[in-house]
């Protein structure tokens, strides 16, 4: 998952720049002068947003103004360090082909297999302990390492057949093991952090706007 910490480290040197605000038409560019690393450009028009850049390209549609809509996901959601997740994934249009919506969790997979585990019958303790030292040890598509897609896990989990039991994982289906994914997070971290420094230019509260007033010895 893209924390906000991550988010922040990636886009420590950006700077804004912007290439167009006539209303809600808006393109507004973030970068490090020195690199094209996690650059990305917010564009506005009625009644969408996209980013685009280094982590993906994403659409987002609900409001004629959207840095309207993301500028109010809830009162909670008023820091640089809260974005809706849920709420704002469903106003996705266009999706990145490579980051898309969903990946899998990898502590969601493991707590589901294991859940599912404590559900089979077992003549004792002894043969319990066997099924599970098979299940961590023996079996690397399942608990040693992980598959990294949603289709390779239920496949490894629909093909595994306990080797001491012989019992299966019927029950793996009724668990949700996806997240939302890396890119779309960082880039929902991005607008709602976008959004925020442009606000500021437009509020004439940045450091450069202070440092104006300054010498122009209005403070």
Same mark, same amino acid.
């Given at each position: 998952m893209a924390s906000q910490s991550r988010f922040k480290y990636d886009v420590y040197e950006h700077q804004m720049t912007i290439e167009?605000?006539?209303?809600?038409?808006?393109?507004?560019?973030?970068?490090?002068?020195?690199t094209f690393a996690y650059h990305f450009w917010l564009v506005t028009w009625p009644g969408h947003l996209a980013i685009s850049g280094d982590m993906?390209?994403?659409t987002f549609?609900?409001?004629?103004?959207?840095?309207?809509?993301?500028? /109010?996901?809830?009162?909670? &959601?008023?820091?640089?360090?809260?974005?809706?997740?849920?709420y704002w994934a469903e106003k996705l249009g266009a999706v990145d082909k490579?980051?898309?919506?969903?990946?899998?969790?990898?502590k969601k997979f493991k707590q589901a297999v294991l859940e599912c585990f404590e559900r089979w019958t077992f003549e004792d303790a002894e043969q319990k302990a066997r099924s599970l030292a098979y299940l961590n040890d023996d079996w690397d598509?399942?608990?040693?390492?992980?598959?990294?897609n949603l289709s390779d896990a239920m496949h490894a989990v629909g093909n595994y057949q306990c080797p001491v039991t012989g019992q299966r994982f019927g029950h793996y289906?009724? /668990?949700?093991?996806?997240? &939302?994914s890396f890119h779309l997070v960082w880039c929902m971290h991005a607008i709602q952090w976008g959004i925020k420094r442009?606000?500021?230019v437009k509020e004439g509260r940045t450091q450069a706007d202070h440092d104006r007033r300054v010498l122009a010895g209005q403070l």
């Amino acid at each position: 998952m893209a924390s906000q910490s991550r988010f922040k480290y990636d886009v420590y040197e950006h700077q804004m720049t912007i290439e167009l605000d006539q209303g809600v038409h808006r393109s507004i560019l973030f970068k490090n002068p020195r690199t094209f690393a996690y650059h990305f450009w917010l564009v506005t028009w009625p009644g969408h947003l996209a980013i685009s850049g280094d982590m993906g390209d994403y659409t987002f549609s609900r409001l004629r103004d959207m840095f309207e809509f993301f500028r /109010h996901a809830g009162p909670a &959601y008023d820091r640089t360090d809260r974005i809706n997740e849920g709420y704002w994934a469903e106003k996705l249009g266009a999706v990145d082909k490579h980051g898309g919506v969903e990946q899998l969790s990898e502590k969601k997979f493991k707590q589901a297999v294991l859940e599912c585990f404590e559900r089979w019958t077992f003549e004792d303790a002894e043969q319990k302990a066997r099924s599970l030292a098979y299940l961590n040890d023996d079996w690397d598509g399942l608990l040693g390492c992980p598959p990294q897609n949603l289709s390779d896990a239920m496949h490894a989990v629909g093909n595994y057949q306990c080797p001491v039991t012989g019992q299966r994982f019927g029950h793996y289906w009724d /668990h949700n093991v996806s997240e &939302y994914s890396f890119h779309l997070v960082w880039c929902m971290h991005a607008i709602q952090w976008g959004i925020k420094r442009y606000d500021l230019v437009k509020e004439g509260r940045t450091q450069a706007d202070h440092d104006r007033r300054v010498l122009a010895g209005q403070l």
